[in-house]
């Protein structure tokens, strides 16, 4: 049987600013799967043009959730032929603006 060589996961990589790193979870809270990138986001699949969606097509929700108080979606893309999880934590920025509202 022959060894396979271990990928290296570079060539994914996607640039996610820190102030997006507020949250992450090794694995996803619900399915348990590994992710692979995670960022906070305002709204899910936004902005349009950044890479951490990956390609129109290539992009599969797998499951939502909330833990801690903080919503996230859970989703897959396919970059160069390879699955890759990811997770988006969902600001909730609506939620402020309706309490302020109410006060
Ligand atoms: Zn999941």
Same mark, same amino acid.
């Given at each position: 049987m022959k060894l396979r060589k271990k990928d290296k996961p570079e060539s994914h990589a996607v640039p996610i600013p820190s $102030?997006?790193?507020a949250n992450w979870a090794p694995?996803?809270?619900?399915?348990?799967e590994t992710i692979h990138e995670q960022a906070t986001v305002e709204?899910?699949? $936004?902005?349009?043009?950044?890479?951490?969606?990956?390609y129109p097509g290539s992009r599969w929700r797998r499951c939502e959730g909330e833990t801690g108080g903080k919503r996230f979606v859970h989703f897959r893309v396919d970059v160069n032929g390879r699955l890759y999880g990811r997770l988006a934590w969902i600001r909730p920025a609506e939620d402020k603006a309706m309490q302020e509202a109410l006060l």
């Open positions: $102030e997006m790193l694995r996803c809270p619900v399915c348990h709204r899910f699949g $936004e902005p349009r043009d950044w890479q951490f969606w990956g």
